[in-house]
């Protein structure tokens, strides 16, 4: 479904923050992506989703290239990318920010109304304060609106940058549920990248360890029961 | 070498003087008020540009200029048409001329093609003003031009509210008919402005890249697309504000600057980038003016004091305060 | 072997550069010889240096420092006010002191002044820093044209002779000598250790105040420069018999944009290359302001001078009058400068005749030759799989 092969990347023309990254997403699998603080997992998102552009390697969605393609463009190629940093916009109501979600479709006013409305029911709270500025919510909130916001186009796949950090634990949990709802119920196919090996391992098909700017090791999740000898092994 | 064109703002913002009393300062501040509406009008393109690209234009008087220069120029050239196409016209140009130079200039410096981009936006900007002033000057020379007044006011006989032609008198207070129109256009535009910017697709897409330009792009917004609309529309407000005070004020090449420097206060008062910090913003500069002019002691000085008001102020909360006294995004 | 050959096209290009900056100052000493009987185009050449003075002094504090001040022209004109005040013989704080006292006073007053307002723009950058001096520049000038007595408003302020003499030489030659030492002057500056203390707050405040620079001290210093040598050359160049008068108007946003341009199109980065800039569009200006056309094409000109006027030319007697289209053209010429030779046109030049473009490729193929090699001997990805 989602393939990177070989990818070099920066934020500097002349040093490449990930030096040959090779990840597949198979389709209605969450994949997860795992790695210690500074590897670059979010860079390999936010290069996937067209925010920096690639030295070398390529990116395929569906078997097309997206390598090069604009970032506007990627959510009607159903893709969808939820950054490590929430990016909502705080100054409009909870209600605008989930319609612009919609922006692709934005003529069809049938289809905003029934996505909004299975929106406000899967997050019952929004509904609620649908009226407020997005960036008076709590941390959480925000999050939802995030997700709410994404859910809106049916993207068929998902690329999900630490969602639950700095959530309280019983919202978080509610996160994973969500995630795995998403594959399980509505066949999505998820990129996860996570700190919260734990969790991740619970809800994941498919895992890929990175170390700084490549891969250490992959494997179905099946191979990461004992944690301690996954991460502490090759 | 350069002869430099004797010009002086005051010369052509000149209002009668009277004595001071409470009508007067009644006068003075609905005068106020109704420039002050015009001066908003201007700022908030300003703020538009600001908030989605980030940028100053530092060319946005010259649109100003460049507007009043089109009605004077339409109004000439097609007097049997309606008036108020005119507007129209200065509209549309002032958003093509915003729209060209964006693609053509601001462009590349959107997509990284651009070293040290914040010098490259204030010098290429600059650089426009000098261009359209210049342009100007030799296309109609630098003598002051004023255009005669868009409409006549309906004769209405009353004791307490009564209008002649030109001139509408509530009680003692009068006002010109001129200002009177300027303001209800400048109002009719700021309303379908507020309408465009908070109740239509387009509006909330502005909205959206100025609050937070990568989530834009991540729901499908094109913010390329968005920083040239936004330029353009931010250019043809000040077309527009320059549109409707060419029937107040004389204009010259040169008008532009002191009404930049207006627009720059104003932003800067209302918190770089906030809609109604800037309408707010333009109504206060509007009456401050009015009134330190009207009662500055000496009226010989008064006129030429007239935008050192502002500029004072204006220094003084980019030192105090830079993030100016509203704070928040379109 | 290859590198001692290339050190010794530096030695040869460093020889053909003094070789040139000796030609130019040549040039520049025995130009009123070759303009004996023309003593306009001398008058125009001491103009020009004065504004050359204007853009080197504005490029070391944008181009090198990287604050972008509108204010320039403001800092010229408070030096000569303040110089023409103190000369005065009646009125408020008039001291009818000579102009080789006063000048000095008003230079140290504009330093004072760009002390405050340097102080005071810290902690703006960029856009807030170009927006605040134009702001001081237009209340500067506004307030000098509102204070009729005490500046002589908007008919400006007469100024005491700094020479005897009329004619237009010795005017000349003291031009040369002060467009030459304060070029001197801020060359051993931006030699210096302050010089790369300007240019590494100009690339990133912060990373430099990390590394020890003290950023205020360098910020400051720059501003006070820089004015004092704006202020001194407009000191200087308005006392002169010629001149002997200074009006409001020439502080306008307009002219300090033309300054701004001469300095970005010369190329901001250097400062020979925007005094360079700025010599270059003041004779260019002068000579477009008629140019010269044969008798015949003027003749058939002649018929349509009525079209020609209304779209803003003229004719004179020898040819055709361009009036404000000249600027028009500079305008152009420094946006697309902007866009597509953001080190402007004549810095450039300079670049190839001093050679320095040779070390900086050279650097570059080192580095893309050690890249190719870092790409060969890696092989990535040997630990895919590893763990399955
Ligand atoms: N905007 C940026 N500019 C420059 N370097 C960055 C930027 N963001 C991250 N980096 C660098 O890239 C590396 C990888 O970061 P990141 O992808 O965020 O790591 P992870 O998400 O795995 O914790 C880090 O060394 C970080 O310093
Ligand atoms: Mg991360």
Redo the contacts with the bound molecule.
Sequence with gaps: MLEVRDLYVG?YRDLN?LQGVNMVAREGQLTAIL?A????????LKAIYGFLKPNAGAIYLKGERIDGVPTYRLIQKGLAYIP?HTGIFRWMSVEENILLGGWTFRNDKQRLRQKLEENYKRFPILREKRKQQAGELSGGQQRMVELARTLMTDPDVILVDEPTAGLAKLLSEEVYRMLRDLRDKEGKTIVL?DQEIRQALKIADYVYV?EVGRNKFEGPVEEFTDLEKAFWAG | MLTPTVWDASLFHASPQLAVSGEFVLRLIIDGLMIGIIYALMAIGLTLIFSVLNIVSFAHGEFYMLGGYIVYFFLQTFEALPPLLSIVAAAIVTFAVGFLFERIFLQPMARGEVERPNEYAILVTFGLAFFLQFLMLGLVGPFPKKAHRLFDLPQIEGTFFRTTKATLFLGDITISAGRLFAALIALLALAGLLWFMYRTWTGRALQAVSQDRNAAAVVGINPLNMNTLAFSMGAMLAGLAGAVLVTVYSWVPWVGVPASSKSFVIIVLGGMGSIPGSLLGGLIIGVVESLGTGLFPDPARAQAYRDVFGLVIFALVLLLRPTGLFGRKL | MRRSAQLNTQYQARYTLWGLAALGVLILLIFPLLFRQQPYWLYIASQALFYAILASSWALLAGYNGQFSFAHMAFMGLATYASGILGRETGFLAFDLSPWVSIPLGVLFTGFVGLVIGYLCLRLRKTYLALFTIAFAEITRLVIKAEVKFTGGPNGLPLKPLLESTSYVPVYYLMVALFLGTLLAMYVLVRSRYGLYFQAVREDEDAAAALGVNVVNTRILAFVVSSMIAGLAGAVFHHFPTVGLVVPDEMIIGRMSLVLAMAIIGGSNSLIAAALGAIFIHFSLEWLQEIPLPAAILRTLEAHRATLESLGFGLGENGLKTNAWRMVGFGMLLMVTLRFRQNGLIAPLLERLSRRHVIQEIAARRRAREEEEIEVSDEPNEQVGGAS
Excluded: M
């Design positions: 934020y923050i790695g603080n500074g590897v670059g997992k979010s860079t390999l490590q990248v990175l």
